[in-house]
């Protein structure tokens, strides 16, 4: 199935495919391609305005989950002292 015919739960998959296999600072780099890619496509007439958007949205919502869990971390890491 080519790329234009996928519909918005093929796309999500492909996010949550990629979001495993990736660590967060390449996760990150590769969204902001496929975000334009995505804008491309939508301008082209490939995807639907309503496809592009619910891609975009959830990239963008994983990179905002990612930064929780990473700020999270930090912030827990600072108030617990080692178990050494």
Known sequence: M???QWGIWTWETFVDWLKEDQDNDRYGDITVVLQA???MLADDKVLSVEVS???IQSLQADIISFERIRTYKNFKNSIEPDKD
């Open 53 to 55: 958007k619910s891609i």
């Open 37 to 39: 890619l995505v804008l």
């Open 2 to 4: 080519a790329p234009e």
